[in-house]
């Protein structure tokens, strides 16, 4: 089976994990920005697309995907919780926070409205899931409600090796295929990056705290924010 991702970066995630569980299958991503970092040329983009037997993709932002295909695209969740991190605070809660005499020290142990950016990320990954048409069974959006008790992402969009392995599960169940070779649950929890994808945030104590998590928090994910909370003081 020919399978081509149209996607942000979760896309090359998904590969990683669908290629592991069907190595039979012909498996390739199509990130959004493809063209732009020149991997891919708009006409191959089109030309994958045209030979697939299955093309998954994420809607992009400025328009409907278009590229000609055998069957329907399907399409597919985008996973978005930027809650937990340092790096996600807006500039207004910044200004806000300094106009109350906060420092940089204190940030990492504030309360950036972290619950209610929480759930706010989780109301708008449902509505994206509505708006987009996502199928039912390729829904992600339930996962993400149990990201206090495990880490389920290294930033905002980077879910963790988990959530790849599930959701790598879930698109089998909606093809009805079994898998060959899956990464063991052990191995996704000891590395949990092993689609290799790039950048790693920090949750702070503060957002630690303020969410309930079960992780971050941690004096290196302190120091982090901290680098961070500077910046956004020069």
Excluded at 87 to 100: D, F, G, L, R, V
Aim: with cysteine; glycine share 4%.
């Amino acid at each position: 089976m020919i399978i081509r991702l149209l996607t942000n970066c979760q896309g090359k995630g998904l590969e990683v994990f669908l290629k592991r569980a069907r190595p039979d299958w012909d498996i390739l991503c199509l990130p959004h920005l493809a063209t732009f970092y020149n991997e891919f040329s708009e006409e191959q983009i089109a030309d994958e697309c045209a030979k697939a037997d299955l093309v998954f993709y994420h809607e992009k932002h400025d328009h409907p995907q278009n590229y000609p295909t055998k069957v329907p695209k399907i399409p597919m969740s985008v996973w978005y919780q930027s809650a937990p991190f340092m790096a996600q605070i807006t500039p207004e809660m910044w200004a806000e926070y300094k106009a109350n005499g906060g420092t940089p020290e204190d940030a990492v142990h504030h309360d950036f409205d972290y619950q209610k950016r929480w759930n706010n990320c989780i109301s708008r990954m449902k509505e994206k899931e509505e708006t987009e048409q996502v199928p039912n069974s390729l829904r992600m959006s339930w996962m993400m409600r149990n990201g206090k008790e495990e880490q389920f992402q290294l930033t905002c969009n980077h879910p963790t090796s988990w959530v790849f392995r599930i959701w790598s599960d879930i698109i089998l169940m909606f093809l009805r295929k079994d898998s060959s070779s899956r990464f063991p649950y052990e191995e996704c929890l000891e590395n949990k990056n092993l689609a290799g994808l790039p950048c790693e945030e920090s949750a702070t104590s503060g957002a630690r705290k303020a969410l309930g998590l079960s992780w971050g928090g941690s004096h290196e994910d302190d120091q982090s924010g901290l680098e961070i909370d500077r910046k956004a003081f020069a």
